[in-house]
């Protein structure tokens, strides 16, 4: 299912002006991205959008002199030439409008694919130029030759991926046995973390609207989409619970006393992986289908990079206190998609891998999702006015766009990967992390399964 290129179903409140203003940075940061906005087609189309503006205003103006002329006395033969000159204002204005909204169109069109922003010590480059921000703890030594999760699911009766294979194709996966408790305490233990630090818990659809896709900077369409798409309808499955928590406030104005607003958010997430051929893609590493809790927060413009911190502060607490080996990046301006301004990951040693594979990202998207979704958020402070309309509402402060933070608290199979891979031992049993005991039974151990006959 592909999408035509046809009128936006919606707008995003791009500020054109300031683009037009700061040409020079918006042109070196699309440079910087990689990123294939054309820049001078928005300048382009902007300034012809101006220009037909400034006509249908000119025109409408006229329209109305004419009419108010026709109010008045007028000899038959001037009201049939006022009668003549409303009737081709009328058509001008008609054709003029019909340009206006078809212009209007198609700056949106082109202005949605130019990216944020981004933030001036994110480094620039490809992937390989991300900045190492933090190293925590070392790869473990072993002193038996180390197993993959593969072969450790295996022994230990973990996962099925033959039968899934054959029941929905290719990476796909049955998890069995303690691999199903393993999932349901990490899931519950990284919620009882995060909500201890203020995060409202949700569970959220799983399904939709593929505009919501969208105003999140994301393709629901096209050859290379993640998303997969439900066919005869306009909606989606999600990639991640950023899409539909993105969604909650839409539309929608919150008084500054209400933020931030943060949320920790259990969903299943399917992804496609279309062009994600040749890279690790061995057992759970990368798969169409997993659990995850995504962090999210709605704040305050100046108060964005701080929660951008505190985000993955939370994440190396998170990862920390299962034991893991792990480094922090600070990702090149090539790696960040779209929406985001800065964007750190974070990589976990896997050992059976003999790699680091990232485990979590945070990013600090700006108002580029929040200017898309339509979230706005009323300081609370009184704007100073000298002229106070009728009904107060002339000492309303002006509307602000809230800025939006995403963070991964914990990727279900990538996690398993690193606890089955990190804690194995020499007997073929896996340790469970201590803080996971609790919301397990109390197993501290899951051992091979040794089948008779």
């Given at each position: 299912m592909v999408c035509s290129?046809?009128?936006?179903?919606?707008?995003?409140?791009?500020?054109?002006?300031?683009?037009?203003?700061?040409?020079?940075?918006?042109?070196?940061?699309?440079r910087k991205?990689?990123?294939?906005?054309?820049?001078?087609?928005?300048?382009?189309?902007?300034?012809?959008?101006?220009?037909?503006?400034?006509?249908?205003?000119?025109?409408?103006?006229?329209?109305?002199?004419?009419?108010?002329?026709?109010?008045?006395?007028?000899?038959?033969?001037e009201r049939l030439k006022f009668i003549e000159k409303g009737k081709n204002l009328?058509?001008?204005?008609?054709?003029?409008?019909?340009?206006?909204?078809?212009?209007?169109?198609?700056?949106q069109q082109e202005a949605q694919s130019i990216p944020n922003m981004t933030h001036p010590d994110v480094p620039i480059g490809g992937e390989d130029s991300s900045a190492v921000?933090?190293?925590?703890?070392?790869?473990?030594?072993?002193?038996?030759?180390?197993?993959?999760?593969?072969?450790?699911?295996?022994?230990?009766?973990?996962?099925?991926?033959?039968?899934?294979?054959?029941?929905?194709?290719?990476?796909?996966?049955?998890?069995?046995?303690e691999a199903v408790l393993l999932e349901m305490a990490?899931?519950?233990?990284?919620?009882?973390?995060?909500?201890?630090?203020?995060?409202?818990?949700?569970?959220?659809?799983?399904?939709?609207?593929?505009?919501?896709?969208?105003?999140?900077?994301?393709?629901?369409?096209?050859?290379?989409?993640?998303?997969?798409?439900?066919?005869?309808?306009?909606?989606?499955?999600?990639?991640?619970a950023e899409i539909p928590v993105g969604g909650v406030h839409m539309d929608s104005i919150l008084a500054e006393t209400v933020l931030p607003l943060k949320y920790a958010a259990f969903s299943h997430c399917f992804r496609t992986e279309?062009?994600?051929?040749?890279?690790?893609?061995?057992?759970?590493?990368?798969?169409?289908?997993?659990?995850?809790?995504?962090?999210?927060?709605?704040?305050?413009?100046?108060?964005?990079?701080?929660?951008?911190?505190?985000?993955?502060?939370i994440e190396e607490d998170l990862f920390s206190s299962l034991g893991l080996h792990y480094k922090t990046l600070d990702m090149a301006s090539e790696d960040l998609g779209a929406p985001a301004y800065r964007k750190f990951d974070v990589e976990a040693w896997m050992p059976g891998l003999g790699r680091?594979?990232?485990?979590?990202?945070?990013?600090n998207c700006t108002d580029y999702q929040s200017r898309r979704l339509g979230i706005r958020y009323r300081p609370a402070e009184l704007a100073a006015s000298t002229n106070p309309k009728k009904g107060g509402k002339g000492n309303l402060a002006p509307t602000k766009f809230v800025h939006t933070l995403n963070a991964t608290a914990c990727a279900v199979p990538r996690m398993m990967i690193c606890l089955l891979e990190n804690n194995q031992q020499e007997d073929g049993s896996v340790i469970i992390p201590e803080p996971l005991r609790p919301f397990m039974g109390g197993m501290e151990v899951i051992l091979p399964k040794h089948h008779t006959g």
């Open positions: 290129v046809g009128k936006p179903q919606w707008k995003a409140a791009i500020d054109f002006k300031w683009i037009r203003d700061n040409r020079e940075a918006v042109a070196e940061n699309i991205r990689n990123s294939k906005a054309s820049l001078e087609l928005v300048l382009e189309l902007y300034e012809k959008m101006l220009a037909v503006q400034k006509e249908v205003e000119r025109l409408r103006g006229e329209r109305n002199a004419v009419a108010n002329m026709m109010k008045g006395k007028l000899e038959p033969s009328k058509e001008a204005l008609a054709s003029f409008e019909e340009d206006l909204v078809k212009l209007s169109d198609e700056l921000r933090k190293k925590v703890g070392s790869p473990r030594e072993f002193s038996f030759s180390v197993k993959d999760h593969l072969q450790l699911g295996k022994e230990l009766d973990l996962f099925d991926f033959d039968a899934a294979a054959e029941v929905s194709g290719s990476k796909f996966y049955y998890l069995k046995n990490l899931v519950n233990w990284t919620l009882s973390q995060v909500m201890q630090k203020g995060f409202t818990p949700l569970i959220t659809p799983e399904i939709v609207r593929s505009s919501i896709v969208e105003k999140c900077g994301f393709q629901p369409r096209g050859d290379n989409t993640q998303a997969y798409s439900i066919e005869g309808s306009d909606q989606c499955l999600i990639g991640t279309a062009g994600a051929a040749g890279l690790a893609t061995r057992g759970l590493y990368r798969v169409h289908q997993f659990s995850k809790v995504e962090m999210f927060v709605l704040c305050r413009p100046d108060e964005s990079d701080t929660y951008h911190e505190e985000l993955i502060t680091y594979g990232e485990i979590s990202s945070a990013s």
